[in-house]
Each structure stands twice: as structure tokens, then as C-alpha cells.
């Protein structure tokens, strides 16, 4: 019985799109690769002149994918002494298998999002390295800022592809209570798996108020700036580059393409976008994260090229000072046994995805309020750790990618200590473990008939390997 979850894989690499017809090629070379593997050393120092490895459907994967997977596991910490370039060859052509197919259906990505995403994974190498961008550059051998962006911005995309796939595969995957309890029965006693501590968390969160004079003055420095363009023809680029508070964009002038068809940022900045002629700009308008300005710049088809300049209103102290008053009269009402924690959430707090439910967090792997001590995330960890079952934490100050700046009480409301899985008192994560094989069959299953049906050309430096999908197409009957 298969007791790990082994559902979710790791981040694709590169994308070169053209379309192909099914078949089976072998590229001529000598060099077996079965048995290779890379230090770091080697990682860096490796110049070979780039090969294709293989072609699987609109994507080629090079040589140098393979090292930069290997580069990728090195930043993250990860031991590379035991895995082979082999592994990471037959990882990459799952993950390409996946974000082909899923270009085929149609499935798209949100390109804020992933830009955004760059934008933390960046700073979060910076600060664990406590290294500078010149550094970063070096690390991943590249000429410029630009260029890294682009490239981890092709990886972020593929590797969201290749996830939305493989979750639209298993979509539907569901198991009868009849099934989670077959699989418990399967499991041999000695073999039952152990659940760490888990806790419950909840939390009350006060975010300072945004106050019109601010939120008119950024409206009315948008005004400015669209006029500038209109009237004695500034540059909305130049604009970007300098103010916007969009630092995904900023350093290519706030530039987006957006495509009809794929939803890619949030709803109100399409609508805006598409409602736009050529040269036009919008007038300022609100989303989550602040105020913009939309220049469409060309219109190709179903493709929109946009230019947008984002400016978040100013915080004043005064707001702040009322937010932080706020949440501390809260924490007191709540220590005196005025209102409950959970009363407290739904009247006061400003998180909507949480207020609702008494405050309490969802464990976003699992979807419950369950959090395994061990796989908590460190900064969480953090915040709870000291804190006793019921007790109040002192007021807090945090920030997301929409507030800056926010203030929040946490507890810990329901604690669960080690032990051997128990039907009852475990089924929802013995549930959980039975859907996931059952997803996994899923998806093996998906994957040989894809593989059959998909283009795929692998190069003879890599047939000798041992791959766990019939990549080589080998009659098995």
C-alpha cells in the first residue's frame, strides 16, 4: 500500500512550441546517460555545446534543462549526490507531457500571478543568501535582470501548466466511504502511518483603513500622468518604469499581454483592458491591489499588448495608530471572557476568508483547519509556537500582497498529539490518503495513453535509461 502522497511534482523547465504528429524517434549519439549524475562543480562548470534531449509534443527539453534543474534543486538546499540526470530527464518529460496537454485543452495562466511569484522567489533568494543581484545573476549565469526574469518566468509558466493538468486530470476522482475503508483494511497494522501533532489556528486580522484623501490622491496623480501622455506626449513607459508600484512590470514599462480567451489578471483589469482602442488609455480605476491606468498599446488577434502603471494609496499614520488601538481592545475583550475568540473574528475582523470561520486557518495542502506541526510553515510556526491552547498571542504586524501592512491576534485552538492512524478519530486523512492513490492511478493511467499518442523523440544519449513511463514506446505485449 502506498502510503506517501506523490500526487504533486516538482517545477517543469523551458518551452519551445511547434506542433507535431504522433511518432517515435531515436536522435543518433553515443553518450549513455543512464548512469550519470552531477555535482555542483560540474553543474557550474558544465559548457558542452546544447543538445536537444527529447521532443515531447509542442516542447523540446535540452541538455541544459537538465542543468538547470540540477541548479534549481542546489538553490533550494537540495542534496543532488544521489539523483541522476536520468530522474531528472524522465521528471522533465512528465512535466512537458502535462503542460503540452494542457496548452491542447485550452487551460491557461494567470500572468500576474506567476510575475508576481517571481517577483517573492527573487527577493526570498536574496534575503536567504543575504547575497545581491549580481550575485543572483552569476548564480544562474545570466547577462542581466531581464534576461533571469524571463527565463524563471517561462519555468513558473510551464510548471502552472503542468499543475493545472495534472489537477483537471484528477478533477473528478472521488472516494465511497466503502473505498476509504477498504484501504484502511489493506494496510498491514504494522505499517500504519504515524500523525504528527497537528494544531488548530485562528486568527483576528485589523487592517488599517485607506482614507479617501489618500486613495483621491493617487486617483488624481493617475489623472496627471494619463494627461502628461494625452496632451504633450510623455512617455507612458517611462511613467511605468519609474512609478508604478507593480514590480513584476515596472522594469519592462508595465507591459502585459493579455489574450481574450485565457483570464489572465484579475476581472476588473480585463474589463477595462478589453473595452480599450489602440493608443487609448483608461481612465483610473480599483482593484485589490490599488489604483491603475491601462494603455493598450496593439491589439494581434485575440492578443492585447497593455502598458499599466499601479499606484497603492499611502497608509496615513493616523490610520495605523487606529488599526493597532483596534485589534488591542479586541485582545482585551477576549481576555476578559467579554466575547469569544470566535465572536470576536466574525465582528471584527477583516479577513474575509477566515472571519466566517471563527477566525480559523485553512491548511491550503489539505483543506482543513488541520496543521502538522512538522509541515507548518516556518513563519507561522513562528508566530504560534509559544503559545499555549486558548491563549492569546500579543498583537502582531504582518503584510500580503494587497496590504502592506496589517495587524492580527492568533490562538491555538485545538491541539492533537502524535499518534498510530486511528479510522475514526483519523478518516478524514485516511480518506485524503486513499484519494490520493486513487488519483495517482489517474494520472499513471492518463500518462501511458498520452505517451502512446503524443510526438515524442528522445535522443540516444537517454534511451538507455530506466524511465518509470514507457517513453521509449516498447511494445509491452
Known amino acids: 500500500m502506498k502510503l506517501t502522497i506523490r500526487l504533486v511534482l516538482l517545477s517543469a523547465l523551458f518551452g519551445v512550441f511547434s506542433y507535431g504528429v504522433n511518432a517515435q524517434e531515436i536522435i543518433d549519439d553515443s553518450v549513455d546517460a543512464s548512469q550519470k549524475q552531477m555535482d555542483s562543480t560540474q553543474t557550474s562548470a558544465r559548457k558542452k555545446v546544447d543538445g536537444v534531449a527529447a521532443v515531447v509534443g509542442d516542447f523540446v527539453v535540452l541538455d541544459s534543462d537538465i542543468d538547470k534543474e540540477y541548479i534549481q534543486l542546489q538553490a533550494r538546499g537540495v542534496s543532488i549526490s544521489q539523483i541522476s540526470r536520468c530522474q531528472l530527464f524522465g521528471k522533465l518529460l512528465e512535466d512537458k507531457l502535462y503542460a503540452h496537454h494542457a496548452i491542447q485543452d485550452s487551460i491557461t495562466v494567470n500572468e500576474l500571478e506567476i510575475r508576481s511569484n517571481i517577483e517573492q522567489q527573487i527577493n526570498a533568494f536574496l534575503e536567504q543568501k543575504g547575497g545581491s543581484m549580481a550575485e543572483l545573476l552569476e ?269 492580527k491576534i492568533m490562538t491555538v485552538t485545538d491541539r492533537i498529539n502524535e499518534h498510530k492512524a486511528d479510522f475514526a478519530q483519523d478518516y478524514l486523512k485516511v480518506k485524503r490518503l486513499a484519494e490520493q492513490e486513487k488519483q495517482y492511478e489517474t494520472i499513471r493511467k492518463w500518462q501511458d495513453e498520452k505517451i502512446i499518442e503524443t510526438y515524442v523523440k528522445i535522443s540516444e544519449d537517454y534511451k538507455s535509461c530506466d524511465f518509470d513511463g514507457n517513453w521509449l514506446k516498447i511494445d509491452k505485449e
Open 139 to 407: 548564480f544562474y549565469n545570466k547577462d542581466s535582470e531581464e534576461s533571469l526574469r524571463e527565463e524563471m518566468f517561462e519555468i513558473n509558466k510551464t510548471s502552472k501548466l503542468a499543475s493545472d493538468m495534472q489537477s483537471k486530470i484528477v478533477e473528478d476522482v472521488e472516494v465511497t466511504p466503502e473505498e476509504v475503508r477498504e484501504y484502511f483494511n489493506e494496510i498491514p497494522k504494522d505499517s500504519l502511518p504515524t500523525f504528527g501533532t497537528e494544531l488548530k489556528v485562528a486568527q483576528i486580522v485589523v487592517i488599517p483603513e485607506v482614507t479617501e484623501a489618500s486613495k483621491n490622491a493617487v486617483i488624481n496623480k493617475l489623472k496627471e500622468f494619463k494627461a502628461d501622455v494625452v496632451e504633450n506626449g510623455a512617455s507612458f513607459t517611462t511613467k511605468a518604469v519609474f512609478y508604478s508600484d507593480d514590480v513584476a512590470s515596472r522594469s519592462k514599462g508595465g507591459m502585459y499581454t493579455l489574450n481574450r480567451k485565457r483570464p489572465q489578471m484579475v476581472k476588473e483589469f480585463r474589463d477595462v483592458a478589453f473595452a480599450l482602442q489602440e493608443g487609448e488609455i483608461s481612465d483610473p480605476f480599483e482593484t485589490d491591489f490599488g489604483y491603475h491606468i491601462v494603455m493598450l498599446e496593439k491589439i494581434r488577434g485575440q492578443e492585447y499588448d497593455v502598458r499599466h502603471i499601479l499606484l497603492r494609496p499611502e497608509i496615513t499614520e493616523a490610520s495605523i495608530i487606529e488599526a493597532k488601538e483596534k485589534i488591542n481592545k479586541v485582545r482585551e475583550r477576549i481576555i476578559a471572557g467579554d466575547l469569544t475568540f470566535a465572536d470576536a473574528a466574525m465582528e471584527f475582523s477583516d479577513e474575509k476568508e477566515t472571519k466566517f470561520d471563527g477566525g480559523q486557518l485553512t491548511n491550503p495542502y489539505t483543506q482543513d483547519f488541520n496543521f502538522e506541526l512538522t509541515k507548518m510553515d516556518p513563519e507561522l510556526y513562528g508566530q504560534i509556537q509559544e503559545l499555549k491552547d486558548n491563549e492569546i498571542s500579543l498583537v502582531l504586524q504582518d503584510q500580503d500582497r494587497v496590504n502592506r501592512i496589517k495587524f
